[in-house]
């Protein structure tokens, strides 16, 4: 498997743009995490699936971010309108479930928002 | 979410020395696992501990897990420069979310 594969590596864009990442987990997976790495909030856990069905998006920061797992396959955040302060690294995880609870990360997305 | 204090925030220490860096909850830890993220890369598993007392090793890497499982820590003997990087501890919910810890950030001086 290659792993957790994220789109784009990288991304920037003007303030007010829609953003989209995508996020396909490993084959078999049963969890999917959004995360966002900043220097000054460290790893914060944004929204996270189980079976594609969000369980818990208490740590989406606005009504801008809003995630989708339309399938086991596939996962996307959008950011709708961007801001500058939105500029972060935005990991997409999974992990297998059923009693293993290693998470494998994807390459990640350096968003930057002028 | 369960939440964890990791510290120090940031060690740098010459190539030899040891370091060691520690998590500490206020509430009773079901598992906690330890990631490394190197400079501009992505965190990786290295490992879990779920007993109470456990002690786990890897090369050079010593993993503890309290007596009251409210605590862990990840000890490194004599650094190399390979040991450069964030190490984050991570607790596991019961739903299966992973929560981090702050990252002690390791920088290690040749």
């Given amino acids: 498997d290659a792993g957790v594969i994220q789109s784009p590596r990288h991304e920037v864009t003007e303030m007010g743009q829609e953003v989209t990442l995508r996020c396909k987990p490993i084959s078999g997976h049963n969890s999917l995490f959004w995360y966002r790495q900043t220097m000054m909030r460290g790893l914060e856990l944004l929204i996270y699936f189980n079976n594609n069905v969000p369980i818990d998006d208490s740590g989406m920061p ?15 955040l959008k950011i709708q309108p961007s801001e500058p302060r939105d500029s972060a690294v935005y990991f997409c995880a999974s992990l297998q479930g059923q009693g293993n609870t290693e998470a494998f990360f994807g390459q990640g997305t350096r968003l930057t928002v002028v | ?14 190539e030899g020395e040891d370091f060691t860096t520690y998590c500490n909850s206020s509430t009773t830890l079901s598992n906690i696992q330890w990631y490394k993220q190197r400079p501009g890369g992505h965190p990786v598993f290295l490992i879990q501990l779920v007993k109470s007392g456990e002690v786990k090793k890897q090369k050079r890497l010593t993993f503890q897990f309290g007596e009251a499982k409210k605590n862990s820590s990840l000890h490194i003997t004599a650094t190399q420069t390979t040991d450069v990087g964030t190490y984050f501890c991570a607790v596991s919910g019961s739903a299966r979310q992973l929560t981090f810890g702050s990252g002690t950030q390791l920088t290690v001086l040749p």
């Fill in chain 1, 62 to 76: 606005e009504d801008r971010f809003s995630a989708k797992m339309p399938n086991a396959s596939f996962s996307t």
């Fill in chain 2, 1 to 14: 979410g369960q939440q964890v204090m990791q510290i120090p925030q940031y060690q740098h220490v010459q």
